[in-house]
């Protein structure tokens, strides 16, 4: 069963980081893509970060660019997304995604309809 968990979420203050963890159980996530996408209290959700299989390409949505870092561990079958600077518009609830996308490591759209498996999500609130 191809499942991927989050975790890393939590409380910080304007200016702080977080450290959000995609771990994936029952497939191996080289021939992955994988993205991160949020969704805010009475919005749709949106794209934040992909990276392309094996060690593809990087994609950032305009609001976190140079800001987060999106990176993988094939070793320990996880993706990582690093936050810094968080602002109180990055609260979210924030998803993992991934796509079986073996041949081509440039496929890394921030489009969630176009991801298969999703985790269950990690809260992230950015307040004082």
């Known amino acids: 069963q191809v499942q991927v968990v989050e975790s890393g979420g939590g409380l910080v203050q304007p200016g702080g980081s977080l450290r959000l963890s995609c771990a994936a159980s029952?497939?191996?996530?080289?021939?992955?893509?994988v993205a991160w996408f949020r969704q805010a209290p009475g919005k749709e959700r949106e794209g934040v970060s992909c990276?392309?299989?094996?060690?593809?390409?990087?994609h950032y949505a305009d609001s976190v660019k140079g800001r987060f870092t999106i990176s993988r561990d094939n070793a320990k079958n996880t993706v990582y997304l690093q936050m810094n600077s968080l602002k109180p518009e990055d609260t979210a609830v924030y998803y993992c995604?991934?796509?079986?996308?073996?041949?081509?490591?440039?496929?890394?759209?921030?489009?969630?309809?176009?991801?298969?498996?999703w985790g269950q999500g990690t809260q992230v609130t950015v307040s004082s």
């Open positions: 990276i392309g299989s094996s060690d593809g390409r990087t």
């Open positions: 029952g497939f191996t996530l080289d021939y992955y893509a």
């Open positions: 995604a991934a796509e079986y996308v073996p041949e081509d490591s440039s496929w890394c759209p921030l489009l969630p309809g176009l991801f298969g498996s």
